[in-house]
């Protein structure tokens, strides 16, 4: 089979020396380990702060803290800051 004029024939020659990366080695893949254990760092935090808000009634917590992804840092302000205390009358200025 000829070879095929102009541009429809670059994809056969071989490069053997490609471009270096553009970040030079500088951004790297975090190790897997890290990635775990953030993962169950927050699914640990989100799992109580969903519990604890549907069983204060505080419903409308319930999806943004399932659908933000924070590394725990939404569910622990929720659990710091806006969670009805015991003494609370019920009124919530979210709900």
Same mark, same amino acid.
């Given at each position: 089979?000829?070879? #095929?004029?102009?541009?429809?024939?670059? %994809?056969?020659?071989?490069? !053997? /020396? %490609?471009? %270096? %990366?553009?970040?030079? *080695?500088?951004?790297?893949? @975090?190790?897997?380990?890290?990635?775990?254990?953030? $993962? #169950?760092?927050?699914?640990?935090?989100?799992?109580?702060?969903?519990?604890?808000?549907?069983?204060?009634?505080?419903?409308?917590?319930?999806? @943004?803290?399932?659908?933000? /992804?924070? $590394? *725990?840092?939404?569910?622990? $302000?929720?659990?710091?800051?806006?969670?009805?205390?015991? *003494? !609370?009358?019920? !009124?919530?200025? *979210?709900?």
């Amino acid at each position: 089979m000829p070879a #095929l004029p102009g541009p429809l024939n670059w %994809p056969a020659r071989r490069i !053997d /020396n %490609p471009a %270096p %990366p553009l970040d030079n *080695g500088a951004m790297k893949r @975090p190790p897997r380990s890290l990635i775990g254990i953030l $993962a #169950l760092w927050d699914t640990t935090w989100k799992a109580i702060a969903v519990w604890k808000a549907v069983r204060n009634g505080q419903r409308r917590w319930v999806m @943004p803290l399932l659908i933000v /992804n924070s $590394a *725990g840092l939404l569910p622990i $302000a929720y659990l710091a800051f806006f969670q009805r205390q015991d *003494g !609370d009358d019920g !009124d919530d200025a *979210g709900d």
